[in-house]
T-cell receptor
Framework: GENVEQHPSTLSVQEGDSAVIKCTYSDSASNYFPWYKQELGKGPQLIIDIRSNVGEKKDQRIAVTLNKTAKHFSLHITETQPEDSAVYFCAVREGGSYIPTFGRGTSLIVHP | NAGVTQTPKFQVLKTGQSMTLQCAQDMNHNSMYWYRQDPGMGLRLIYYSASEGTTDKGEVPNGYNVSRLNKREFSLRLESAAPSQTSVYFC????????????FGPGTRLTVT
């Protein structure tokens, strides 16, 4: 089955810095790559996703890049703010599957 | 739209007790899921229901049963709770197989003593 590795497990930055979280996967058939943000005491919420026919996608301060050859994709957050502090999960899904495989999460801490 | 709702929010059980976690969605989604979340382990799939009338095991199904009551509701039952089932449980739903995002409920924090 699919194996997803997410790094780092913890990331501490100063407000205004950029943050990058990286995930690698094993199944070359995977073609949908969402990122979720989980705030304390809440369920995960989708913040951005990318499909295999696209190399990069941006939404304001967040972006995701995908390298299908190397089988990795990354979440980039620019101009971080304290409200960006949360746990971020990557996931990988093969288009015909009901089941995504999640990374183990990255705890992002943004210091004011 | 309420999205995905879960009850209860918190529960404490003694070892051997049983309980059912309830989940409902109002987005007319076909697929529903139950996950557990433990520190450092991410989200692990317990059971899922691809469509009304079907259920399948996920990664960690032992000790759990599920019922897809109708298109809206998907319940998770612990028949004889064990301390190893202490966790936060999330229900999720999605439109169909393929690219559709999952929508998660707020979670149930369960402690088994």
């Amino acid at each position: 089955g699919e194996n997803v590795e997410q790094h780092p497990s913890t990331l501490s930055v100063q407000e205004g810095d950029s943050a990058v979280i990286k995930c690698t996967y094993s199944d070359s058939a995977s073609n949908y790559f969402p990122w979720y943000k989980q705030e304390l005491g809440k369920g995960p919420q989708l913040i951005i996703d990318i499909r295999s026919n696209v190399g990069e996608k941006k939404d304001q301060r967040i972006a995701v890049t995908l390298n299908k050859t190397a089988k990795h994709f990354s979440l980039h957050i620019t101009e971080t703010q304290p409200e960006d502090s949360a746990v971020y999960f990557c996931a990988v899904r093969e288009g015909g599957s009901y089941i995504p495989t999640f990374g183990r999460g990255t705890s992002l801490i943004v210091h004011p | 739209n309420a999205g995905v709702t879960q009850t209860p929010k918190f529960q404490v059980l003694k070892t051997g007790q049983s309980m059912t976690l309830q989940c409902a969605q109002d987005m007319n989604h076909n697929s529903m899921y139950w996950y557990r979340q433990d520190p450092g382990m991410g989200l692990r799939l317990i059971y899922y229901s691809a469509s009304e009338g079907t259920t399948d095991k996920g990664e960690v199904p032992n000790g759990y049963n599920v019922s897809r009551l109708n298109k809206r509701e998907f319940s998770l039952r612990l028949e004889s709770a064990a301390p190893s089932q202490t966790s936060v449980y999330f229900c999720a739903s999605s439109g169909a197989r393929g690219y559709y995002e999952q929508y998660f409920g707020p979670g149930t924090r369960l402690t088994v003593t």
